[in-house]
Nanobody, 125 residues
């Protein structure tokens, strides 16, 4: 497991942009890394994931073409650039690292066993 610390959340108006960062305590290049989010009263959902080794990315349909996940393996950093934000994007956002090197379903919560504390994103209309 690794320690993950998110930063960059905040409040923005509809249509605005925010960038999230996640610092990992270990080398991430052998993991899948992902962003999940959870709104009050809702289940946690996978938003975006990246195979940190190959750079392959995966997105939930709800954020495709608006969010971009990236990583810097040398710095053990994961990023999420969020553009065109909507009120439905409001949630606590969590960074996660995979349990194994190979992940059959990139946005499946059970594939991840290291989690950050979360950072709040609020989008007002």
């Amino acid at each position: 497991q690794m320690i993950l610390v998110e930063s960059g959340g905040g409040s923005v108006q509809t249509g605005g942009s925010l960038g999230l960062s996640c610092r990992a305590s270990k080398y991430i290049g052998n993991n899948y890394m992902a962003w999940f989010r959870q709104a009050p009263g809702k289940e946690r959902e996978g938003v975006a994931a990246i195979n940190a080794g190959t750079g392959d990315t995966y997105y939930a349909d709800s954020v495709k073409d608006r969010f971009t996940v990236s990583r810097d393996n040398a710095k053990n950093m994961l990023y999420l650039q969020m553009n065109g934000l909507k009120p439905d994007d409001s949630a606590m956002y969590y960074c996660a690292a995979s349990r194994f090197r190979l992940v059959p379903i990139a946005l499946k919560e059970s594939e991840y066993n290291s989690w950050g504390q979360g950072t709040q994103v609020t989008v007002s209309s």
